[in-house]
């Protein structure tokens, strides 16, 4: 049997002396160490997606302060970004009083659908305001509500922090009016 050895030479280049492209890549890694500026051409997809969701909400958030329209939803949710947070189970009730359309006395009355704004209460017109803070038709289930949030705050309560911090209790108060009977 015969035997083998094989040898393995290594040649090197110091600092890649002579060869131009290794100089080249040398000059750039020790400028590159140098630079404090860290400078990707690459940005990830995600990146750009998140970024152009970041841009439309601002916008949609301008749009939102500058039109003169829904003034009631405005006050229940002033803020865009912490809206579409929420997960709301939307009722007939639900939106008909973050709108103030639909289902109110004096929504109705307004398009000449009812003769009189009036609440059945008698102690004003049947409005959001008056339907949250003031119908006394509603005085056990507001005063339902108004226990749950004066253990932590006080009443009354901004129609911002009844969608926010009190969503659970303020959909049970809206949800108890019947509006047939109202």
Same mark, same amino acid.
């Given at each position: ?25 040398? &000059? ?12 990707? &051409? ?7 997606? =998140? =970024?152009?969701?970041?841009?439309? !909400?601002?916008?949609? =958030? ?16 002033? &803020? ?33 659908? !009812? ?13 959001? &305001? ?7 038709? %509603? ?22 922090? %009844?969608?926010?911090?009190? !969503?659970? =209790? ?13």
């Amino acid at each position: 049997m015969e035997r083998r050895e094989w040898t393995i030479k290594f040649t090197w280049i110091k600092a890649h002396a002579g060869n131009h492209g290794n100089e080249i890549a040398d &000059n750039l890694a020790k400028e590159a160490t140098k630079n404090k500026e860290i400078m990707y &051409n690459k940005i990830p997809k995600s990146q750009i997606v =998140q =970024q152009v969701k970041q841009q439309s !909400i601002e916008r949609w =958030q301008t749009q939102w302060e500058q039109t003169t329209k829904g003034s009631t939803t405005k006050q229940f949710f002033p &803020n865009i970004k912490e809206r579409l947070k929420k997960r709301l189970k939307l009722t007939p009730n639900f939106t008909a009083i973050v709108t103030a359309h639909g289902k109110t006395k004096a929504y109705l009355h307004r398009f000449k659908i !009812i003769d009189s704004p009036k609440c059945p209460c008698e102690t004003g017109n049947q409005t959001v &305001n008056h339907l949250i803070y003031e119908c006394q038709r %509603l005085q056990k289930e507001r005063e339902a509500l108004i226990r749950n949030i004066t253990e932590q705050d006080t009443w009354p309560s901004d129609k911002s922090d %009844l969608v926010n911090k009190y !969503i659970k =209790q303020f959909t049970q108060f809206i949800n108890s009016i019947d509006f047939d009977k109202m």
